[in-house]
């Protein structure tokens, strides 16, 4: 089956957006937790998951008198204005824009952010996100049961494309979503990982008949070739 879709993750797969998360997160652990600073060993259970998840590993991790909920609405008010400034991936614009008008795909954003945050994080590139992106789920829409590694979300995002995740390719950096967007059921997963978790993205086991998962440095080594058997 042709592919047909393109869906992106959006923090640190087109947004340079999780030096901010932690700038922000580690502001009310200062304030309300025990001071201790921000460590892989935290982080890594934390990217790409739900709000609702990475909240409370913050809150029980760093010992934060705060809810998970009263940590979230605090850490937020800390993003509002770093948001407005946040840039591209590397050769993350490049590429919707060729998944858009080289490969003539329907693209859409699965973001775990809320509705509020990708909003402001969106304010200033209203322009690309009119001319690339076709839709955009966020990780508040009430469809999602579960989120990700659950693969709600791309399920979700290919249905308001009017496709199937078989006919989908999903771009993702963070292990919970890479896990997701296999699980959905995609035909290519590309994954462009951090550094510390490559190796872990390298040894998920998955049907390699079912999907095809590609590990990219960066975006920008995304090339239409790599799924032009499909086109």
Known sequence: MDIK???????????????IYDLAAQKVIDEYGNGDK?????????????AKVHCKIFVDSYKINLTPEEFEKKRDEYLIAPFKTCKFMKGAKETTHKCKYELNLKV??????????????????????IEDIDKVVTGDD??????????????????????EPKE????EDALSGINAAISSGAKYVIAIPDIRQKKDVENIKYDKVQTKLIILNSMDEFDIKLISKDR
């Open 168 to 171: 989908c390719i999903i771009f």
């Open 38 to 50: 921000i460590t892989w060993d935290v982080k890594q259970y934390v990217v790409g998951t739900s």
């Open 142 to 163: 009430p469809r999602i049961k579960k989120g990700k590694p659950a693969p709600d979300i791309f399920i979700i995002a290919a249905k308001e494309l009017g496709l």
């Open 108 to 129: 859409a954003i699965a973001t775990s952010s809320s509705k509020f945050n990708f909003d402001n994080k969106t304010c200033n590139i209203k322009e690309w996100l």
């Open 5 to 19: 879709g393109a869906i992106f993750d959006m923090d640190g797969t087109l947004l340079n957006t999780e030096p």
